[in-house]
């Protein structure tokens, strides 16, 4: 057992760390989700593997409990948004590790639109410009779920806010 104030990693490193192909794809997953650093991809392919080992677990068996855990299971990856509303437990299988990038609260901000790169808007997140139902939120690796995403915007009162309203005024005055 380990100290009660120490967590412990929620990744596991690559078996083999001078994989050219795995270092091109993770160098370009890096630049596609603005992250900082490899930890993050690693994290989430640690989530997308407990995620297949549980399904996995669950389709190999045929019990009450284990019909249960599977429709826990689906239904937080759904409530997650990482899955689709009409999705099997076979589906999870099929669980990449750009779906869960996805749903991380940095490419939120990009999609939507409130920064002009995934650089700049983890760069709003970690200054405290972001703000998920008005509270604000300076993590950009938070796990925004399938229905809080119109609630993504600048927290009230930040100069970022200003600034954007003034840029989609002058960009309609263009037009």
């Known amino acids: 057992m380990g100290h009660p104030r120490k967590a412990r990693k929620k990744y596991d490193t690559p078996s083999h760390p001078w994989n050219a192909d795995r270092i091109k794809s993770e160098n370009k997953l890096i630049q596609k989700y603005g992250l900082k650093n490899k930890k993050e991809v690693w994290k989430a392919e640690t989530a997308v ?3 297949r080992r549980d ?5 190999g068996m045929e019990t009450e409990q ?11 990856l759904i409530n997650a948004g990482i899955l689709a509303e ?13 779906d869960v990038l ?26 405290g ?27 009230p009162g930040s100069p970022m806010e200003k600034y954007h309203k003034e840029q989609e005024k002058t ?3 263009a037009e």
Request: no cysteine; glycine share 4%.
């Open 49 to 51: 593997k407990r995620y």
């Open 55 to 59: 399904a996995r677990h669950l389709l």
């Open 66 to 76: 284990t019909q249960l855990e599977s429709k826990q299971l689906l239904a937080h």
């Open 86 to 98: 009409d999705a099997k437990l076979e589906s999870i299988l099929d669980l990449t590790v750009e």
């Open 102 to 127: 996805r749903r991380r609260l940095q490419t939120m901000v990009h999609k939507k639109g409130l920064a002009n790169t995934a650089k700049q808007a983890r760069l709003f997140i970690t200054h």
């Open 129 to 155: 410009h972001i703000a998920l139902n008005g509270k604000k939120i300076n993590s950009p690796s938070f796990m925004v779920k399938k229905g809080e995403e119109e609630l993504i915007s600048f927290y």
């Open 171 to 173: 960009a309609e005055k």
